[in-house]
C-alpha cells in the first residue's frame, strides 16, 4: 500500500511538469498560431506601406483636395457599419476559411491600384471604389480572425496572443513607412502598393497552413433571424460593464481620429510644406512607439491589471494628439512635435489595446465571440466615416488647424469616460458571465 500511495502521488508529477513547460513556453510552440501570426504580421506591413502610399497617390497623382481626401477618408471606414452584420456570418460558419478567402479578395483588389496606374487609367473614381471593397473585405477578416484566436489558443493564452499581435503591428508600423520613405525616392507611390497586395497572399497562404481543426459554430440549431441574432451580440455588449465603456470610448476616439487621420498627410503637405519622406518619417515614429508599448502590453498587463493598463495608456496616447493640432514653428521643431505625437500614440495603442482586447475575449463564449466582436467594432465605429467625411469638408470651410484643434477636443472625451467606469479598478481577468438562455443563439 505504501508503494502504492507513492507511486499515485508521482504520478502527475510529469504531467504538471510538461504543463508547466508549456506555460513557460506559451505560443511559441504552438506551430499553428505561429503560421498565423507569421503570415499576418507580413501583410501587416503591407498594409502599413499602403497606408502612407495611399493619401500621397491621391496628393500628388491625383490632386486631390482637402473635401476629396475627406471623402476618401469616410469611404476607407465606410464599411465598418457591415460589423453588426458580419458577426452573425463568424458565429454561423467556420472562421479560417472566411479568413483566407477575404485575404486573397484583398490581394486582388489592391492589386489594381499599381495595375490601373501603369495603364494610366488610375482616377480617384477607382481609388474610392477599391478602397471601399477591400475595407468591407477586411472588416469580414477583423471579425472572423479575432474570433478565431480564442478557438486557436487557450484562454489563458489568449492576453499573450493579444500582444504578440500588438508587437507585430508595431514592427509594421515601424517598418512600413521606413520602407515607403526609402522606396518613394526610387519608384512612385502607386507602385509600391503591389507590396501590400502580395503580402495578403502571402498571409492567406500561411492561414491554409494551419492543421488544428477548428470547433463547428456553436450554432447548431435553427439559424435564428439575422436581426434577432444582431440584438443579441448588441444586448451582450450593452449590458456588460466593462465591455460597456471600453465600445463608448472607442467610438468617440475612432470618430474623432479618424478626422486627424483623413486630414494628416494634407496638413503636413499644405500648412507645414513637409516633403513626402519627412511624412513617412514622422509616421515611422508611430511604429517605434508601438513597437515599445507592444513589449510593454504584456508586462503591464499583468503587474496593474488589464484595466488599469488600457485606462492609463488612454490617457497618454489621447492627450498626445495636442501636439499634432498645435505642431509648428521651425521645421525642425514642427517635425518634433508630430514624431513625438506619433510615438506617444504608438506606444499607447498596443496597451489600451490588449487590455480592452484581452478582457472582452476572456469574458465572451466562444459561440458569441463573432457577434459580440462585431457589435462592439460596429458600434464603436460606426461613426468613424462620418468623422472623417466631417474634418475633410470642415478643413476646406474653417481652416485645417481650427478643424484639427476641435477633433483634438473629441479624442480626450474617452479619457473620462473609462475615469467614470469599473476599467480603471479592474485588475484581473473576471469569470465569463453566466449566459442567459438562448443566448447563444
Known amino acids: 500500500m505504501a508503494s502504492q500511495t507513492k507511486t499515485s502521488k508521482a504520478d502527475p508529477a510529469p504531467d504538471q511538469a510538461s504543463a508547466g513547460r508549456k506555460r513557460r513556453s506559451g505560443l511559441w510552440t504552438h506551430p499553428d498560431f505561429l503560421k498565423l501570426w507569421g503570415g499576418q504580421s507580413l501583410s501587416l506591413i503591407g498594409t502599413q506601406v499602403t497606408i502612407v502610399a495611399m493619401p500621397l497617390v491621391a496628393v500628388q497623382y491625383l490632386h486631390a483636395t482637402a473635401s476629396q481626401m475627406g471623402i476618401l477618408g469616410a469611404l476607407a471606414r465606410a464599411p465598418f457599419v457591415l460589423f453588426l452584420f458580419v458577426g452573425v456570418w463568424a458565429d454561423r460558419f467556420r472562421r479560417r476559411p472566411t479568413m483566407i478567402i477575404t485575404d486573397l479578395g484583398r490581394g486582388l483588389a489592391i492589386g489594381l491600384i499599381p495595375a490601373l496606374y501603369f495603364a494610366h487609367l488610375l482616377t480617384l473614381p477607382w481609388i474610392y471604389g477599391i478602397v471601399l471593397v477591400a475595407g468591407a473585405l477586411g472588416v469580414l477578416f477583423e ?25 507585430s503591428q508595431s514592427v509594421a508600423q515601424v517598418g512600413g513607412p521606413s520602407l515607403a520613405g526609402v522606396l518613394f525616392a526610387f519608384f512612385s507611390a502607386a507602385s509600391i502598393i503591389v507590396i501590400d497586395a502580395v503580402s495578403y497572399f502571402v498571409g492567406a497562404f500561411a492561414s491554409m497552413m494551419i492543421r488544428k481543426p477548428e470547433p463547428a459554430p456553436g450554432d447548431t440549431g435553427p439559424h435564428p433571424k439575422l436581426f434577432p441574432a444582431i440584438g443579441a451580440g448588441i444586448s451582450w455588449v450593452w449590458r456588460q ?55 510593454l502590453s504584456l508586462r503591464l498587463l499583468r503587474r496593474i491589471g488589464p484595466g488599469p493598463a488600457a485606462f492609463w495608456a488612454t490617457v497618454v496616447g489621447n492627450a498626445a494628439f495636442l501636439l499634432i493640432a498645435f505642431a509648428g514653428g521651425p521645421a525642425p521643431l514642427a517635425i518634433g512635435m508630430l514624431a513625438l505625437a506619433q510615438a506617444m500614440v504608438g506606444m499607447s495603442g498596443p496597451i489600451a489595446q490588449v487590455g480592452m482586447g484581452s478582457l472582452r475575449m476572456v469574458i465572451t463564449p466562444n459561440e458569441m465571440q463573432g457577434r459580440v466582436v462585431a457589435a462592439f467594432r460596429g458600434l464603436s465605429l460606426g461613426l ?49 458571465p453566466d449566459q442567459p438562455a438562448g443566448e447563444a443563439k
Open 143 to 167: 471579425v472572423s480572425n479575432q474570433a478565431f484566436i480564442p478557438s486557436l489558443v487557450d484562454r489563458g493564452l489568449v492576453p499573450e496572443a493579444n500582444a504578440k499581435f500588438q508587437i
Open 384 to 432: 468613424a466615416p462620418l468623422g472623417a467625411l466631417a474634418g475633410g469638408f470642415a478643413a476646406a470651410v474653417i481652416g485645417l488647424r481650427p478643424t484639427l484643434a476641435i477633433l483634438v477636443v473629441g479624442v480626450l472625451v474617452p479619457i473620462f469616460v473609462m475615469l467614470f467606469s469599473p476599467l480603471p479598478g479592474t485588475r484581473k481577468f473576471p469569470e465569463p
Open 241 to 295: 460593464p466593462l465591455i460597456r465603456p471600453m465600445m463608448i470610448a472607442t467610438a468617440f476616439y475612432m470618430t474623432f481620429t479618424s478626422g486627424i487621420q483623413a486630414l494628416y498627410v494634407f496638413y503636413l503637405r499644405h500648412e507645414l510644406h513637409l516633403a513626402a519622406w519627412w511624412i513617412g518619417f514622422t509616421l515611422a515614429f508611430l511604429g517605434v512607439g508601438a513597437l515599445v508599448g507592444s513589449l
